[in-house]
Structure formats: C-alpha cells, structure tokens
C-alpha cells in the first residue's frame, strides 16, 4: 500500500539520511507535539531535540510565575528547571534522539535586557516592571513577540545555525505557534528566517481548543497532514514529564489525538522572511503551562 504524503515525504528525508532538527521551545514540547514521529525517526536517521527555553531565573519573580510554580508544586523555579531538563534528558534517551538544551531563560523568567528608568528601585516591589513579559495571558500568551525580544530571536537564530549548518541540507520541524506563547511563535520566526527546510508542526495540547494560524499557514501555503503511527506510546512518554503532566492533564489522561505536521503545498517554496518588525499570530490563547 503507497504511503500517505506526509510518511512518504518523512520516509524520503530519514531514508537519504539527512539529519532532522526539531525545535522545542520548553523542556516538553517536542515530545508533546511530536513524539509518535521522533520514535519512529529516531529509529531511521539522525535526529536531535533542540529545547531552547530551558533556565528559569532568581526571585524577585512576578504574579504569572508564582502561579506558574504553584501549579507545579515547586517553589524555586531554578531548582524546577533542574529536574525539568532532567526529565526531558530520560525522556528523549528513551526514544533514541539526541537532546540539546540551549540554556535561554523561559518567557516566564525572561528579563529586560536594560531596566526601564526610573524603575530599578520600584522594580524590586513590582517585578513586572524588569520583566519582558509582565504577564502570562495578557502578554506572554496574546501572540506577539516583544520588541524587547530581539536579542532572544538572534540566539534562537544561532542556535540553529550551530546545530544545522545550511551545508547540511538537513530538515527542521517547528512549532507553528498555535495558543499563542511567545516563545512558541519566537521559535516560528527564527526557524521561517533561518533558509532552512521547514515543517512545522501544530502544538499539542494547545491545538486541541485553539485554531492555528491562518495567516501565516496560507502565506506558506502550507497543507496540514497528520500522524498516526506509535501514538500507542505517546502518553507513557509524556507523563515522563512528570513536573508538568499534571497541569497540562488534570486527572491524569493524555489525549490520543494524531500529531498534525504542516507541509508546504506541491511546488510551493518557503522563503526566509525580512528580519525586520516582529511579527505576531492572530491565534487564540490555550492556557495551561508554558
């Protein structure tokens, strides 16, 4: 039986043995999102997870990220992170991948590259005021990247070119920023800049109450296909992120659903986008965590 576009196009990537970058915004999302295809690539090629927000940062910390810590039941966000990278190392280990953490602070925890004046003092009380994103729903979630952010989505931008030189020729699977965080959609932007190969792939569980982007999908010309195959194991993999499986699932149960990728249309061609203004999504919000 023939294979389905998208196992037919994954079979001739893994197949010529071109190495396959995925780009994992937070220590979870690879797996969440794609862990069904990356056991069975795994398996087949080269593939190595770059988690890129993968360090907290000290107190002061602001409204957002306290309740962010109380749904995980930590106290010390640093101390979290540790045992978040810890989870993520046994997790893509199990499924033959290579991980790479690239030690950029979370959006939760990310702060001004310079204070505001006249803030530094006030800032103490109201963190906030020193954070690039004061808040998680009405700025870390609403979809844009900050202007403020520049410095970040030049180091995701070198991080690709570190792991996957353009020599290569290898692939890159993205997030398509669907819920609208931030550092999901500056992680977009960075590997749709980069002159890469670029699948993008729908983000799970925020795909499961948020629509995607449709701006940005029809400007690509990009055609959702879905993934079935090893969705057996998928839950056993994601409750591997123990800190975070009980916030992302109250009550303990993983959805089933197919992983959804996003490949450019028959005889469509992707181009980098201008590096000037950041950009956003209309995407709606999903909640949950980062």
């Known amino acids: 039986m023939a294979d389905d576009p998208l196992t037919g196009f994954v079979r001739t990537v893994v197949g010529s043995g071109v190495p396959m970058l995925v780009l994992s ?3 979870d999302d690879a797996v969440l999102s794609c862990g069904a295809l990356l056991g069975w690539a795994g398996r087949r090629a ?19 990220a306290r309740q962010y810590l109380r749904q995980t039941g930590a106290v010390d966000a640093e101390e979290l992170f540790a045992e978040r990278r810890a989870e993520d190392l046994a997790v893509l280990e199990a499924l033959g991948v290579v991980p790479h953490h690239a030690g950029l602070v979370d959006g939760l925890f990310r702060r001004l590259p310079a204070p505001r004046p006249g803030t530094a003092r006030l800032a103490r009380l109201l963190p906030e005021l020193a954070h690039v994103y004061p808040t998680y729903r009405l700025h870390l979630a609403r979809g844009r990247v900050s202007a403020r952010d520049a410095g970040t989505l030049r180091a995701v931008g070198e991080a690709i070119e570190a792991l996957l030189p353009a020599r290569s020729g290898g692939l890159v699977l993205a997030p398509l920023g669907v819920g609208g965080h931030a550092d999901h959609v500056l992680v977009r932007t960075a590997a749709e800049r980069s002159g890469r190969r670029v699948v993008y792939y729908s983000d799970f569980p925020y795909n499961q109450n948020a629509p995607a982007d449709a701006e940005f999908t029809r400007r690509h010309r990009l055609v959702a296909r879905a993934w079935e195959r ?3 194991r998928k839950a056993e993999l994601v409750r591997g992120y123990r800190t975070q499986a009980d916030a992302l699932f109250p009550g303990g149960r993983v959805p089933r659903a197919p992983e959804v990728y996003l490949l450019p249309a028959a005889g469509a061609e992707t181009a980098p986008r201008s590096a000037g203004r950041l950009p956003g999504t209309r995407a709606r919000t999903a909640g949950g965590v980062p």
Not at 51 to 61: C, D, I, N, V
């Open 230 to 232: 090893g969705l057996d």
């Open 46 to 64: 080269p593939v190595t997870v770059a988690s890129l927000f993968t360090e907290a940062a000290p107190p002061p910390y602001t409204l957002s």
């Open 25 to 27: 915004p937070h220590l």
